[in-house]
């Protein structure tokens, strides 16, 4: 079994409750039988949760209004994109649903008054 536990590559800043209550020691691949029992050969390994740290997650996720979706790539969901919202429980928790549908109406508020004063501009500019 590997020890990733104590390794410095393994370390994220996350919040106590991502990191205790929902992702554990739970790490899962889209092949368990290529799983490395050495931590120094884990090239073989597809992890299907997202690094932040190494990826972008909106490579894999995107946002319908405030619900995280996994991203469609090739025709399919992207499955990191899939196990990382199921796994952190991201669109099944209120309170983080409910402060990504504030800031997602306080953008559309924002855009929408952005675009009418711009749009008041060009009508100046025009007549």
């Known amino acids: 079994m590997r020890h990733f536990n104590k390794s410095k590559t393994n370390l994220l800043f996350a919040c106590t409750i991502c990191n205790r209550s929902y992702k554990k020691t739970n790490f899962p691949l889209a092949d368990e039988t290529k799983r490395s029992i050495d931590t120094h050969d884990i090239s073989k390994e597809e992890p299907l949760i997202i690094n932040p740290s190494t990826e ?23 499955l990191k994109g899939k196990y990382t919202i199921e796994l952190f429980k991201l669109n099944d928790r209120n309170v983080i649903v409910e402060e990504r549908r504030a800031l997602y109406e306080s953008y559309n508020s924002a855009i929408g008054k952005k675009t ?12």
Not at 62 to 68: L, P, S
Not at 119 to 124: A, D, H, Q, S, Y
Request: with cysteine; glycine share 2%.
């Open 56 to 78: 972008s997650p909106s490579n894999y996720i995107v946002y319908n209004q405030h619900i995280m979706q996994p991203r469609i790539i090739n025709g399919q969901e992207s």
């Open 116 to 127: 009418y004063c711009r749009t008041i501009v060009i009508e100046n500019r025009i007549t």
